[in-house]
């Protein structure tokens, strides 16, 4: 098959889709897929980094905000550890949409999920934003992530998210530390950063 950029809506067949079945922290999660969905078959390394480090270093209340959330690993997860968070989950690809809806329901968490590009959507604030965000968009996206999130987080409001050094750890750090004033690395794993800024 033709090789797509998962932030591209393009028109999928059947024989695009399947199922898989992983495990974060020793819970099993089903999952649908599709070809040319970021990390189909596995939660990969960055968003396990990211989300571990969230659960143990991360006060979460209120309502959290994944922005390109693929099919929806991130947001259910979330979801499944803190029960009494507001979860949504937005991504600018029809599919992923569609892919975290089914999943929210095959994972049973409940979940709201909708097709933004970028915050274009967003009509609320949110205490948390968290992502793994779309790198293969560019730096420009990249950046706009973090600029944009500054407009929808609550007071005191996080943005949280994981960057591997080689993708441009340090200009999105810096990036980070201009728009919000503040920039701490909560974590560093082989070569994947975890940021974090507050909106004070």
């Given at each position: ?41 596995c939660i990969d ?121 080689k993708h441009g ?32």
């Amino acid at each position: 098959m033709e090789q797509h950029h998962y932030f591209l809506n393009v028109e999928h067949s059947k024989e695009d889709f399947f199922t898989f079945e992983d495990y974060f922290n020793n819970e099993k999660l089903t999952f649908n897929s599709c070809t040319d969905i970021f990390s189909k078959d596995c939660i990969d390394y960055g968003t396990s980094v990211l989300l571990k480090t969230v659960l143990s270093s991360v006060n979460l209340s209120g309502s959290v905000l994944d922005v390109g959330c693929g099919y929806g690993a991130i947001g259910i997860i979330l979801k499944k550890y803190f029960p009494n968070l507001m979860v949504t989950m937005i991504d600018v690809n029809k599919t992923a949409v569609e892919l975290a809806k089914q999943n929210s329901k095959l994972n049973n968490v409940e979940t709201m999920v909708f097709e933004s590009n970028l915050y274009d959507n967003v009509d609320k604030k949110y205490n948390h934003i968290i992502t793994n965000p779309p790198i293969k968009a560019g730096k420009e996206t990249l950046f706009k992530v973090v600029s944009g999130a500054k407009e929808v987080l609550e007071q005191n409001g996080t943005i949280t998210l994981v960057i591997k050094k080689k993708h441009g750890m340090e200009s999105l750090k810096k990036h980070m530390q201009s728009v919000f004033g503040n920039v701490t690395i909560l974590k560093r794993d082989a070569g994947y950063y975890i940021l974090q800024s507050q909106k004070n």
